[in-house]
């Protein structure tokens, strides 16, 4: 069997990756797609914002990983609006710029984790597993 019997998307869940640097998503995109899950990219808030409304049911995800220096809209606002408007997807930041007053603040508005960069394999997917296996909880309390 090995490793090859796995579908190519992952079936450990959707995580959407918000970073305006193509050269760190792209790792970290193979890393989780390695791990079996399905990515989905945006390059800013912005963007992130309009993958999710887009279609008519609004993009499902078990995780956003969130950076927060980005243009147009930064990851705190971001990280707001995600909290508003999805409260049940948990949000995972990695970030660059460790701060530790602003990493207390995001999560107590509920952010599951605060990476920073650069962040290893291991410590990666150890942090969207816990994030993602929080979402599934909740979906099922969600469930009718």
Do not use: W
Not at 6 to 11: D, E, I, K, P, Y
Not at 69 to 81: D, H, L, S, W
Not at 116 to 133: F, H
């Amino acid at each position: 069997m090995g490793l090859h019997s796995h579908s190519v998307t992952g079936n450990q869940g959707r995580i959407l990756i918000v970073d305006d640097e193509a050269h760190v998503r792209k790792p970290i995109r193979l890393i989780l797609q390695a791990g079996q899950y399905t990515v989905v990219e945006a390059e800013d808030g912005a963007q992130a914002i309009q993958l999710l409304q887009s279609g008519d049911n609004p993009l499902l995800v078990d995780t956003i990983l969130c950076d927060i220096r980005m243009p147009k809209i930064n990851g705190t606002e971001a990280v707001q609006y995600f909290r508003d408007q999805f409260p049940s997807v948990p949000v995972v930041i990695l970030t660059g710029y460790p701060d530790v007053d602003l990493a207390v603040s995001l999560l107590k508005q509920g952010v599951v984790d605060y990476l920073v960069k650069p962040v290893g394999e291991e410590q990666l997917l150890e942090a969207i597993k816990k994030s993602v296996s929080r979402h599934v909880i909740l979906k099922d309390q969600f469930a009718i």
